[in-house]
């Protein structure tokens, strides 16, 4: 793949050929800011929040997948730069890895992943209370 990124073969393209090493170089490195995520989750979530701490992170690992997705998508038919498409949205998603570790380490039971969380998770219930209240089951 390296030895064509200049000179691509017949069909492809070298726009192609940089997003596809682009691409497979982001998402090694990904790898590396995982764990990162993965502590700041656990540690801004109590035992009975454990569930939506998973289910946002596997949000937020789907989400940055397709957002990945969309750019080699880009970038391989040359609408878009790598550096933008596939990137970009690395160093985002690495730095906000980087910081919601940073914060749960200062603070633990007061920073913002954890005060979202508690959002989100109010908001959920009183989605549920409700429509237990319009069937007049609550």
Known sequence: LWAARNHPPAG?????????ISNR??????????PF?????????RRERKSLTIGVGLVLLVLYHYVLQLGYGFAGIGR??????????FVLFTLGSLWAFSAAGRRPEGNLLSDTLL?????LRLGGRRRELQRGTG
Not at 25 to 34: E, N, P
Request: a neutral charge; zero cysteines; proline letters at 5%.
């Open 12 to 20: 492809s393209s070298t726009a192609l050929v940089w997003a596809e």
């Open 25 to 34: 170089l982001v998402r090694t490195l990904s790898i590396l800011a995982l």
């Open 37 to 45: 995520l993965a502590v700041s989750l656990g540690i801004a979530s």
């Open 80 to 89: 878009i730069s790598p550096a933008v498409g596939l990137w970009l949205p």
């Open 119 to 123: 959002r989100i998770e109010a908001t």
